[in-house]
């Protein structure tokens, strides 16, 4: 629904996406991740809402109104949600698209190459080249891992290895 009417739907996918992460990272962690050595748990949802704030499918009042609980949840939980570092995987949007193609997923059908080239571009500037105001200081100084994902590497296993080792050491050293 987001995809067919932007500016009906960008806030509510919004708020959505970000509850079921954060419900997901209050809850007691799985036995597996417990006994796991390096144990790695993802949570990400600002750069979105920004990019559809940029692009006017979010108004002012509702990227506001995002900001201020997403502010004072990331403060509420900051011992449980204390975040050490970020993975960026990067590809181009035109690998990105591609991807979404082969997936088939329902619900992606409408994504366009507009819209991968603009997360492309928030992404970017917010991990890559640091210059994304964010309204959350503390997520400006995070490590973060960049990996070059656009080759297909799912048949890879020597390139699968070499991404791991990449992740396990910036893991180690986080």
Not at 57 to 71: M, R, V
Not at 78 to 96: D, E, K, M, N, W
Not at 154 to 164: G, P, R, Y
């Amino acid at each position: 629904m987001m995809y067919q009417e932007p500016a009906r739907w960008s806030y509510t996918f919004q708020t959505l996406s970000f509850m079921s992460r954060l419900k997901v990272q209050l809850e007691p962690f799985p036995e597996k991740l417990l006994q796991a050595e390096n144990a790695v748990q993802i949570f990400e949802r600002y750069i979105f809402a920004k990019n559809l704030f940029e692009n006017g499918s979010l108004n002012n009042i509702e990227w506001h109104i995002y900001q201020d609980w997403h502010s004072f949840l990331l403060q509420e939980f900051a011992s449980q949600l204390r975040l050490h570092g970020f993975i960026y995987l990067q590809a181009t949007p035109q690998v990105c698209l591609k991807r979404l193609h082969q997936r088939a997923r329902e619900e992606e059908k409408r994504v366009e190459l507009e819209y991968l080239k603009q997360l492309h571009g928030q992404h970017e500037a917010w991990l890559v080249h640091k210059t994304t105001e964010l309204h959350f200081e503390a997520l400006l100084n995070i490590p973060v891992l960049v990996l070059d994902v656009n080759e297909d590497f799912s048949e890879e296993v020597t390139k699968q290895e070499e991404l791991m080792k990449k992740v396990n050491t910036f893991v180690k050293n986080l």
